[in-house]
């Protein structure tokens, strides 16, 4: 049995935590007021609600993406969240970020946009979050946390990231990037309607672009075999 370091009883939210932080071993637990001295036996909602939160929101998520009313449809939810969380959780695993901040982040960073269109969607996002966040019973100091990810996720808005978890969001959601090149050719032949070689060209200048944005080692360690693949094939 798991006991949090800062209550004689097992903590239910240690546990729950563990379940889906295989890390957190090795972290020192941190005092949570509201929940360290929940006791396992008491309260199993407790457990099944921070082993659910993730599950969640990403449910939440996909089902605006299927939505006919999506602004984008379903394709974001394939081709840019999945890539988000999945770059946001590797990055965090390398950084001792808050995993669990990080990932609800990334799911919701760009939800705004699926239901209010692209215009200021940090800040729809934002609000989303805050409004689902509470009715799936998460508490306010992470809320804040997750509010403070997505605020800062657009680097064309000049919001400085506060946070280590921040940070991870903006670059995960550049890398992203490299998971969706048909999409980048969809925009540049169909919507820009370019011609083929231009279509080339215009990816080709995006990628660099996403590559040169990228502020961390870890991040650049991650997609640099694909970037040089994609950079020779779009020689
Ligand atoms: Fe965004
Ligand atoms: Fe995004």
Redesign the pocket.
């Known amino acids: 049995m798991i006991k949090c370091k800062y209550s004689t009883e097992p903590s239910a939210f240690f546990l729950a935590e563990k379940t889906y932080n295989k890390d957190l071993e090795t972290t020192p637990c941190r005092p949570r007021p509201n929940f360290h001295c929940v006791k396992t036996s008491l309260n199993p909602d407790v457990i099944k609600f921070f082993m659910n939160i993730i599950e969640q929101v990403r449910k939440f998520v996909e089902s605006e993406c299927k939505k006919p009313s999506s602004n984008y449809g379903y394709d974001p939810f394939l081709y840019h969240f999945i890539p988000v969380v999945e770059y946001s959780e590797k990055l965090a695993g390398k950084l001792g970020a808050e995993k669990e901040i990080v990932i609800i982040a990334a799911w919701l960073?760009?939800i705004g946009?699926i239901i209010h269109g692209r215009k200021d969607?940090?800040i729809t996002s934002a609000k989303i979050a805050e409004e689902k966040l509470s009715e799936f019973g998460y508490t306010a100091e992470k809320i804040e946390k997750v509010r403070d990810c997505i605020i800062s996720?657009?680097g064309s808005q000049q919001i400085s990231p506060k946070t280590l978890e921040a940070k991870i969001l903006i670059e995960a959601?550049t890398l992203s990037a490299f998971n969706d090149i048909t999409g980048l050719f969809q925009s540049a032949l169909v919507y820009e309607k370019l011609s083929r070689k231009e279509a080339k060209d215009s990816v080709k200048k995006k990628l660099i672009n996403k590559w040169k944005q990228l502020n961390l080692d870890e991040s650049r360690e991650i997609i640099k075999s694909k970037y040089k693949a994609v950079m020779l094939l779009l020689e």
Do not use: L, N
Request: glycine letters at 0%; proline letters at 0%.
């Open positions: 960073h760009d946009s969607h940090h996720h657009r959601d």
